[in-house]
């Protein structure tokens, strides 16, 4: 009985506690800074490439949304950029609108949305950061689901915040009114 309580003792003493120095924690802690810092300009163009394929997907579905509209109902379907959800001005950064142009006067400014009309449906774009411009003030369908009022191809271009072309897309509208997506040769500008 006396050997183990002596065994015992000896046993704990030779047992040192373990764990990280300062100075260890202080390398894995600048080491780790480091990596974070090369990685951030990578992530943020992940981030803007996200934001900007959102907002192109989301504007497919308005168009594709308006043309169908405009062959269901057999009448003319408008999308057109609105910046309050509730009537048509030239801000496509801030959201679009498709509305049934029954009475078949929008022009895409203010107060193209009126009486005869009724809005269909509503986008907020996915993200608040960049920029949407179109070439037109608003696309128009007819009942055919065509695009009207147009003889060339026209086109939607989404870009980020920082403008970077590299991370921009384009939604190019043909003469039959079909969206495709673009992600290459684009330029957002300063």
Known sequence: ??????????????????????????????????????????FQDIIERTVVDNRARSLVTAINFARSEAIRRNSPVVLCGSSDGDDCDADWSAGWLVFADNNDDADGNAGSVDAGDEILRRYEPPGNDGTVTFTAALLRYDGMGFGRDSTVTRQFVICPESNEDDNAQAVDISLLGRASRVRDGLTCGT
């Open 1 to 42: 009985p006396g050997c183990g309580a002596v065994m015992g003792r000896v046993g704990a003493e030779n047992i040192r506690m373990r764990g990280f120095t300062v100075i260890e924690l202080m390398l894995v802690v600048t080491i780790a800074s480091i990596l974070l810092a090369v990685s951030a300009p990578a």
